[in-house]
């Protein structure tokens, strides 16, 4: 579940860099990509947890797959919304208005799993999601202060931050799909 969504996340962002660095054309080309794998990424809800998985002494399952099934909702309904803004050539400021729920809903999730993770899973484990969620924060953050109140100047650093952050989240997910992290 965490391997597949945060591959599929990582490369949607990855792709939105492209568009916010001008690097496509137009912008319904990135919103086919994202469109895709943001509907891809919703059936990763359906998968069983690789890492969550209660093994630790005192790992409760629940809690630690409710919050990632939700993340993994709010990230796909952020590429589908991020889709339907390229294709349809819509404001770009409702995408940064969600962006700051995304980023708030991301940073509580990333507290809680940098305190929750620590004691009872392994560290490569608990830094491949904390560190993930930590740079999904960060990217929604600019996302927001980039779309949301037309800050240009921020163009670049959210666009190369895009690229870079989306690159390693899908380096983190294709490890853990490879069992490299266990």
């Known amino acids: 579940m965490e391997a597949v969504f945060l591959t599929l996340i990582g490369a949607a962002l990855f792709s939105q860099s492209w568009y916010v660095l001008g690097m496509y054309s137009e ?3 990135m919103g086919v990509f994202v469109g895709g794998l943001g509907l891809l990424s919703l059936g990763a809800i359906t998968l069983t947890p690789m890492l969550l998985t209660g093994e630790g002494p ?3 399952l629940l809690p630690e797959t409710t919050l990632m099934k939700t993340l993994i909702f709010l990230w796909a309904l952020y590429a589908i919304g991020v889709a339907a803004q390229a294709i349809w050539d819509l ?3 409702a995408i ?3 962006s ?3 980023s708030i809903v991301t940073l509580l999730s990333f507290m809680y799993y940098s305190v929750e ?3 009872t899973y392994s560290i490569p484990a608990w830094l491949s999601i904390s560190g993930s969620l930590l740079l999904l924060t960060i990217m929604s953050g ?3 202060f980039y779309l949301a109140f037309n800050f240009k100047i921020l163009r670049l650093v959210t666009g190369w931050f895009l690229l ?3 690159g390693v989240i899908s380096a983190i997910g294709l490890c853990i799909l490879t069992t490299v992290i266990a």
Do not use: N, W
Request: a negative charge; aromatic letters at 12%.
């Open 142 to 144: 600019l996302t927001f």
């Open 164 to 166: 870079l952050g989306g």
């Open 100 to 102: 700051v729920i995304l």
């Open 58 to 60: 005192g790992a409760e």
């Open 91 to 93: 404001d770009e400021r």
């Open 96 to 98: 940064g208005f969600y």
């Open 117 to 119: 993770l620590e004691s």
């Open 27 to 29: 912008g319904r080309t």
